[in-house]
């Protein structure tokens, strides 16, 4: 064991506070990374705020974690010290699921280990995560990371690039689709992009006229209002696919007005509560709506392939340690463009 530092929460009500623990030593199949930046994710917020009702404290939030390894166990292959690593949203899973087998890891049967809010898997000891210098984890659950990339704005992309870049995929996002995107936060900035790169026409969606600036910077040919009833029948009855990213519960039946016949609306927003779908919405058009959680791990190298080969990285705030419970409180009032990064030097001087 080792001890490791970093930011964490004891309580539904409490700021972030600084914080020591314990880490366990590197293992024959772990990478210890010194992490260099965080991402903060809305489900941080959720998850530090207890609203999915399944908090363990204390809780040190992060996954969307980019570092540097710094050590290796005997038997890793993928990795020697100094490469560029990332961590997402799972540090371990069963291994032998038909999930895990298929390598959907973020689907397995008898649930998968998240990076922090959880526990190692056969022990009580809690995972903790990126908000902190160091992290030990298998080097099944960790990806190479581009050092061409700007690495800062990489981090985003270990949940929210991964989280908007599989449901695209999986629902075989492509040209000649019209695309939209609701929601223009962490997760909804890094699906237009990921539409846009897939060679879709893509629509940013969003109740923010003001965020339609920087629509076609981000990759978007279309800004719909969804707050304008008139802009919203404009669109009825012509959209491909569309990916929720609402992070709070709302109303889907306008949104599946927009869909064409047989098509499908992911869900990626942790809705723990959401107003009744009417039957209409669905039946008259064969119409579905899905949902989608993360990707598995050769998934999100895959992603993280596609983003060095495509140039796309996370429109990023850096912000140090000391300004996270700020940057939470902005992040509730929807003013974050588009996702705040932590830079983890900072935490030298906590
Ligand atoms: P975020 O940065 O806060 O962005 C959410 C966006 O949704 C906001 O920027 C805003 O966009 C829109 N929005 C917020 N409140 C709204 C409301 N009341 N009505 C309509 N639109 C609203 O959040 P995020 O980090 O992207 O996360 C989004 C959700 O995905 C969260 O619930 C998070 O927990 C979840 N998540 C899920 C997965 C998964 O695996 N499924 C992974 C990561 C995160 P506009 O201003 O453009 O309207
Ligand atoms: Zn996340
Ligand atoms: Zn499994």
Redesign the pocket.
Known sequence: MFQARGYAVHSATTPLVPFSFTRRDTGAHDVRIEILYSGI???DL?QARDDWRNALYPMVPGHEIVGRVVEVGSSVQKFKVGDYAGVG?MVDSCRHCSACRENLEQYCEEGATWTYNGKERGSDQLTFGGYSDQIVVEERFVVKVSADLDLKAVAPLL??GI?TYSPLRHWNVGPGQKVGVI??????HMGVKFAKALGAHVVMI???RA?GQDASRLGADEVLV?TDSADMAAHAGSFDFLLN????G?DLNPYMALLKRDRTMAL????TDTEPLAGVSVIFGRKAVA????GGMVETQEMMDFCAEHGIVSDVEIVPIQAVNEAYER?LK?D?K??FVIDMASLAAA
Do not use: F, M, Q, W
Not at 183 to 188: P, R, T, Y
Not at 291 to 294: L, Q
């Open positions: 994710c809305h489900s959720h949203c949940c929210a989280t929601g223009l936060g962490g997760l909804g969003t109740t923010s965020k969804s990213t609402i992070p709070v709302h990626v927003g942790v809705l949902g989608s959680a993360i992040l929807n974050v588009y996702r």
